[in-house]
């Protein structure tokens, strides 16, 4: 089991930045970490993932060279730094765990999910 809780969102202008943490508990040696969002009236998506030990980080298009993901292996924590903001980028964000195989974008395949946190980007 591991236990996931997300912390930092919060109200941002376009063009802004926030960085989102996620305190892991538990079984922290799962393979992979990841963030996903879901915005009102849509479906949770993908947006990035990276290994336990903070190697390959993979990301969605929409969001690649604007975020990134990283990994504390010592302070079990996982972090998705958000630069250059847009509203498209509002939605409910989620920390989520996942062992080998399947695939990073699919969430089916993510076993353990946080609380989520918000996001609100608007001027």
């Known amino acids: 089991q591991v236990q996931l809780v997300e912390s930092g969102g919060g109200l941002v202008q376009p063009g802004g930045s926030l960085r989102l943490s996620c305190a892991a508990s538990?079984?922290?040696?799962?393979?992979?970490y990841g963030w996903f969002r879901q915005a009102p009236g849509k479906e949770r998506e993908f947006v990035a993932a990276?290994?336990?030990?903070?190697?390959?980080?993979y990301y969605a298009d929409s969001v690649k060279g604007r975020f990134t993901i990283s990994r504390d292996i010592a302070k079990s924590t996982v972090s998705l730094q958000m630069n250059g903001l847009k509203p498209e980028d509002t939605a409910v964000y989620y920390c989520?765990?996942?062992?080998?195989?399947?695939?990073?974008?699919?969430?089916?395949?993510?076993?353990?999910w946080g609380q989520g946190t918000q996001v609100t980007v608007s001027s």
């Open positions: 989520a765990a996942k062992p080998d195989g399947g695939q990073l974008w699919r969430r089916g395949d993510w076993n353990y």
């Open positions: 538990g079984r922290t040696f799962t393979p992979y």
């Open positions: 990276i290994r336990w030990n903070g190697a390959n980080p």
